[in-house]
């Protein structure tokens, strides 16, 4: 029972290494294409003033060269700015390796180091859980009071948010499209056409704008290159440069509808999730379900009200139940009975009382409520009252 499944924590926790390595492996890579492309320039940049040598007065020669010098000035900066952020990257990737192999150490659940090391989990689920839902205030004292910084993905979050808030309220897609254009390849990797659904969404706003030469304009520059792909939908789009913003024709009118900014800014967290390996729910979801689903009975689905049980989290169905419903039903080789009016097992310490009517309850729930009602009980179903000496024990065999 207190024996640990560490492969099984460990499959549930890749996120939590890998969303570092991502990050790191994108500004390496960024800042190796920043160096190529600069030194690119500063190279043809000389050998252009060693063409001209001779040819050029002394000032404007000097001038290019002093030009050329200030771009490696530029590009030095960069790359000190980014090597400080691989390093803390790497800081990170490894304190999050560190955290996990302490699981191999541990060779009991009881155990005072594994029940620290939980509360750790616990909190950084929570932070987890905070950010993502938007409670940066919420999250960052949590990181604060534990010291748990390392452990949190803000900077990813709060891209993500702002992102997502400049999609939904301001109708921009300027920072989204700034973020495709950082990742291009790794978005044909995966086939996203989030760009393609930002550069529909602004011709689209040029339409409502009334600005119809600007809209062809930009669907020759940023719609016509997707036309392997999405060339139905470009002549969709092509078409709706006839319909007005008022059209209830189909399906030009969902076209225009401004719900399409929640799907972007939706379609835009599920991109970027998916490529730093994030899962799409909470891990708080997840560790959550994991619990729900041994508890999950037929009876907590039910929708007489009466067959739940007060006791079992599952049957909460405002809260946690809506989590389990799409889990499966646990399997029980044993079968337990509870009590309908405290939720506690009915065993040999605790047994089964059968009312006249033929109603069950546990023997403690009923002398709680003959002390109340001066030796009476009263049926919670049928509402009927009863001398609590005419209950029987029932025997299971
Ligand atoms: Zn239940």
Redesign the pocket.
């Known amino acids: 029972m207190d024996k640990i499944n560490v492969d099984y924590m460990l499959a549930i926790e890749e996120p939590f290494l890998k969303v570092p390595l991502e990050q790191l492996k994108r500004e390496a890579r960024q800042s190796q294409k920043l160096a190529e492309r600069e030194t690119q320039l500063v190279t043809s940049g000389l050998a252009d003033l060693m063409k001209k040598q001779g040819s050029l007065p002394p000032e404007e020669y000097s001038r290019t060269l002093d030009g050329l010098i200030d771009k490696l000035k530029v590009l030095k900066r960069k790359l000190e700015e980014s090597k400080q952020e691989e390093t803390l990257l790497i800081n990170r990737s490894k304190q999050r390796a560190a955290d996990l192999n302490e699981l191999s150490d541990f060779t009991s659940a009881t155990q005072p180091e594994f029940q620290r090391w939980s509360r750790t989990r616990l909190e950084r689920v929570l932070i987890d859980y905070m950010l993502r839902s938007g409670n940066v205030n919420t999250a960052k004292q949590i990181m604060e009071k534990s010291n748990l910084e390392h452990f949190a993905d803000s900077s990813l979050f709060a891209l993500v948010m702002s992102t997502e808030r400049e999609l939904r309220e301001q109708h921009s897609c300027r920072g989204a499209l700034h973020w495709c254009a950082e990742n291009r390849s790794a978005l044909r990797k995966i086939q996203s056409s989030l760009e393609f659904e930002l550069r529909l969404q602004e011709f689209i706003e040029m339409i409502r704008g009334k600005r119809n030469p600007e809209a062809i304009a930009y669907a020759k520059k940023h719609l016509i290159t997707w036309s392997d792909t999405q060339l139905p939908r470009i002549q969709r789009a092509m078409t709706l440069l006839a319909f007005s913003p008022t059209t209830t024709c189909l399906p030009y009118k969902n076209m225009f509808d401004v719900a399409r900014w929640d799907g972007l800014a939706h379609e835009f967290r599920m991109v970027i999730f998916r490529l730093y390996n994030l899962p799409s729910q909470p891990l708080l979801h997840l560790l959550l379900q994991t619990g729900l689903s041994a ?3 037929p ?2 689905q039910s929708d007489d009200a009466s067959e ?2 007060r006791n ?1 989290p ?2 909460q169905t405002d809260t946690l139940g809506k989590l389990a419903e799409g889990l499966p039903l646990s399997h029980h080789s044993n079968s337990n009975l509870v009590c309908r009016i405290t939720g506690e097992k009915m065993n040999e310490d605790n047994p089964p009382m059968r009312l006249p009517n033929g109603y069950v309850y546990s023997l403690s729930s009923l002398t709680e409520m003959s002390k109340k009602l001066g030796g009476m009980v009263k049926c919670p179903r049928s509402g009927e009252m009863f001398m609590l000496k005419d209950a029987k024990k029932l025997f299971i065999s």
């Open positions: 508890l999950k009975t009876a907590c739940h049980n079992c599952v049957c």
